[in-house]
């Protein structure tokens, strides 16, 4: 993660309690959308950075609808926010809405939110549209002095959307996880280490790859972590990665033959 600029950091500490306690009195209130929107916008400005006036939109038409709020940057639009209000639970209901906007104009990022809650989703469209999210926080749970909470947040910040920090972020998850930690368990070279480490405890330990390996599918990791969607695309990702390697290293160079060095004549 990038280093947080200081006037940043100052910024999400001093708005955060502010806001924290605004959203908990609504809450208390049971305000509706319409005034959790506002909030949120407020949020955005003072929180997040971005200029009321010229960054934040409200009411994003898309093809005849419309997403309560969406980022712009002077190119384009950097996520939509699909805002409930703050007494209604997320539902998946809400999401499917927020992702046909982001699919219909090719935004990559959706944030939904009731001001509370904030879950940020990843949406890509390849043979078709496929959602995963990113991360969820509390907003009211936050401590705005904390590295972990602040690097959170900047995720979504002006300056943090500037540096594409959210993509980078979301190329790190997709790294490293459970699940692809799990297929570079069931890899050759790593079955290979393990073999070499057995024989090292017993000297003539017959073991094969296959019998480590089956060990460990079934034995050591957690079934859903092979068995699962997330756990067979991770292995397909990590056998492409091992085939690509292996069609790019380079060929050895053939050594030319080596050719009869006619020495000076002995014969007297």
């Not at 078709?128 to 947040?153: G, H, S, Y």
């Not at 490293?176 to 070499?196: D, H, K, M, Q, W």
């Not at 068995?227 to 085939?243: P, R, T, V, Y």
Request: charged letters at 35%; aromatic letters at 6%; hydrophobic letters at 40%.
């Amino acid at each position: 993660m990038a280093n947080i600029p200081t006037v940043t950091s100052k910024r999400i500490v001093a708005a955060v309690p502010k806001f924290r306690k605004i959203l908990e009195q609504a809450r208390e209130r049971d305000v509706n959308e319409s005034d959790t929107v506002t909030i949120i916008t407020d949020i955005l400005e003072e929180v997040f950075g971005f200029d009321k006036y010229a960054e934040i939109t409200r009411e994003y038409a898309i093809q005849g609808t419309y997403c309560d709020l969406a980022i712009k940057s002077a190119k384009k639009i950097e996520y939509l926010i699909e805002v409930k209000a703050v007494g209604i639970s997320l539902k998946d209901s809400h999401l499917r809405q927020a992702v046909t906007y982001a699919s219909q104009e090719g935004i990559r990022w959706v944030v939904l939110t009731n001001g509370i809650v904030w879950q940020i989703f990843r949406v890509t469209l390849e043979d078709r549209v496929e959602i995963t999210k990113l991360i969820e926080f509390d907003f009211t749970a936050l401590n705005p002095r904390k590295k972990d909470d602040q690097e959170m947040l900047f995720l979504l910040c002006k300056r943090g959307v500037q540096k594409d920090l959210i993509d980078e972020f979301y190329e790190y998850r997709q790294s490293v996880n459970c699940y692809t930690i799990g297929a570079v368990l069931l890899t050759e070279p790593v079955i290979s280490v393990i073999r070499r480490e057995l024989r090292k405890i017993k000297d003539g330990l017959k073991v094969s790859n296959e019998e480590i390996e089956e060990l460990v599918a079934k034995e050591v990791i957690k079934r859903d972590l092979i068995e699962s969607e997330a756990g067979k695309d991770a292995q397909k990702n990590i056998q492409k990665l091992s085939k690509k390697r292996l069609r790019s290293k380079p060929k050895p160079l053939l050594q030319p033959k080596s050719e009869a060095i006619e020495g000076p004549d002995c014969e007297n």
